[in-house]
């Protein structure tokens, strides 16, 4: 079993910047993938950013959404993942949800992941 717990939301003006912490405890592998997903309130969950995992530095996608405004990261001896978040708009507002899986075909599906945190809300106002 692997838990995911994810800190670091809050509330922050438009501009602005926050780093989300996703912890995992349990049994977990340095070579799972890992991502972060959010949901804001009546629309559908959306892939936000994801890495790979490597000797020195793990493979990182992105959605257009946040591309150039959100760094995803991993420290593996901590088995921590980051998503420094900069450059915050409103419509970023949403539960953030961390991840982590033997991804196989796609890191932007949801379905591709075996384990989830609980999420952090993230709110930014204009």
């Known amino acids: 079993q692997v838990q995911l717990v994810e800190s670091g939301g809050g509330l922050v003006q438009a501009g602005g910047s926050l780093r989300l912490s996703c912890v995992a405890s349990?049994?977990?592998?340095?070579?799972?993938?890992m991502g972060w997903f959010r949901q804001a309130p009546g629309k559908e969950r959306e892939f936000v950013a994801a890495?790979?995992?490597?000797?020195?530095?793990?493979?990182?996608d992105y959605s257009d959404s946040v591309k150039g405004r959100f760094t995803i990261s991993r420290d593996n001896a901590k088995n921590t993942v980051y998503l420094q978040m900069n450059s915050l708009k409103p419509e970023d507002t949403a539960v953030y949800y961390c991840?982590?899986?033997?991804?196989?075909?796609?890191?932007?599906?949801?379905?591709?992941?075996?384990?989830w945190g609980q999420g952090t809300q993230v709110t930014v106002s204009s």
């Open positions: 890495i790979t995992w490597s000797w020195s530095a793990g493979s990182t």
């Open positions: 349990g049994r977990t592998f340095s070579w799972y993938a």
């Open positions: 991840a982590a899986g033997r991804v196989r075909l796609n890191y932007r599906l949801g379905s591709e992941y075996d384990y």
